[in-house]
């Protein structure tokens, strides 16, 4: 059976950086969408679509019942979303892209909901030896976020024999311009820090591999998992990258991009950090058998950037909100707050 083309869409963690560009995506592709979010960053990345979407404020850790229901798929994002985070809150991170994943795919099968697409991560092939990986690699997670992850492919791709049609996608570190900034990703990174410091520090050299993928590209790469037909995806995984880049030669690229809008950047060399991570790994499978190729470069999504930021108002740029670990342990310092009020944002 083809993959659902019309209907409802529910995208879990809608109202984060990738998926504020997935539901517009989704949306103008005239699916029904529905967003699962607990608000971290609060309502506004959805300010553009909010009278287009339905919104259900809830947590992943416990979905309504009726949140699922008259639901044809599910794009899966919610979750804490990087390594920083994920070591903070080692047990919140288990909960949330673990377990709430599996109990969302036993939940699908339930409801005879089939397709699920969920975020997963290139960041699971960190720590093999040096080269390129494809998606059959043996990977050996180690780190909390990319174990929580590896966990919650596995138990979804369990579900198959219940009638689920798990697809799983390995994003690379994303760049590009979103409704909901993250400046916590090394793109986004640069940029900011081009704009805010005028200097950007390449730590150990800044030699390490990564595989980088532009906000949009691997928002369409999510629609093209969603529509796609069973015998294509279901129970693959696929890695979503643009390209792989070595974190030096980002710098380089920022930098130059940052000097065409009248920014001089300085390169400095800096003491390796304590763990670093080293990577590349292929887009072969999903080009072949999907025929998707991210196109998105990361000097087109640099320019954007440096258009879309207000280069005037710098302070903007260092807001928490924009750092993910930063804004988590805010909001945890405020916890009595919460229980007290019910919410802070
Ligand atoms: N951004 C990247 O570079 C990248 C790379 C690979 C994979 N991913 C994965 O893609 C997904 C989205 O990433 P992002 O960059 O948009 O992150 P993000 O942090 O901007 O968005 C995550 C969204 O999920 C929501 N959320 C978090 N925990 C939740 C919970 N327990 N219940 C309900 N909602 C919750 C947040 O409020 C937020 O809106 C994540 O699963 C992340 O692990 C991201």
Request: with cysteine.
């Amino acid at each position: 059976m083809d993959g659902p083309r019309e209907g409802t869409v529910l995208v879990t963690g809608g109202a984060g950086y990738i998926g504020a560009i997935l539901t517009e995506r989704l949306l103008d592709r005239g699916y029904n969408v529905r967003v699962l979010d607990r608000l971290y960053w609060g309502e506004g990345p959805l300010e553009r679509i909010r009278d287009r979407i339905e919104l259900v404020v809830a947590d992943v850790r416990d979905i309504p019942r009726e949140a699922l229901e008259g639901v044809d798929g599910v794009i899966h994002l919610a979750g804490l979303s990087n390594d920083p985070t994920a070591e903070y809150d080692p047990e919140a991170n288990w909960q949330m892209n673990a377990v709430a994943t599996e109990a969302l795919g036993r939940a699908c099968v339930e409801h005879g909901i089939e397709r699920v697409v969920f975020s997963s991560s290139c960041s699971l092939y960190d720590g093999l030896p040096p080269g390129m990986h494809d998606e059959t690699a043996p990977v050996q997670p180690r780190g909390a976020y990319s174990t929580s992850k590896h966990y919650g492919e596995k138990a979804l791709l369990e579900l198959q024999d219940q009638g689920l049609c798990p697809v799983i996608l390995r994003n690379g570190t994303v760049y590009g311009y979103s409704p909901r900034m993250r400046f916590d990703l090394v793109v986004n990174t640069f940029v900011k820090d081009s704009l805010v410091q005028g200097r950007l520090l390449l730590h150990g050299g800044g030699w390490m591999w990564r595989p980088l993928v532009d906000v949009r590209d691997v928002s369409d790469a999510m629609v093209a998992a969603y529509e796609a037909p069973d015998h294509l995806v279901k129970g693959e995984i696929f890695n979503v990258l643009h390209s792989n880049y070595q974190i030096r030669e980002l710098a380089m690229l920022v930098a130059g991009s940052a000097q065409l809008v009248g920014v001089t950047v300085s390169l400095e060399e800096a003491p390796a950090p304590k763990l670093t991570r080293d990577y590349e790994c292929s887009n072969a499978k999903l080009s072949a058998r999907l025929g998707f190729i991210p196109r998105r470069s990361v000097v087109e999504a640099v320019s954007d950037l440096l258009s879309e930021i207000d280069i005037k108002d710098r302070a903007q740029l260092t807001d928490p909100r924009y750092y993910n670990i930063r804004w988590l342990q805010l909001l945890h310092e405020v916890q009595p707050r919460i229980e007290e009020f019910g919410s802070v944002l």
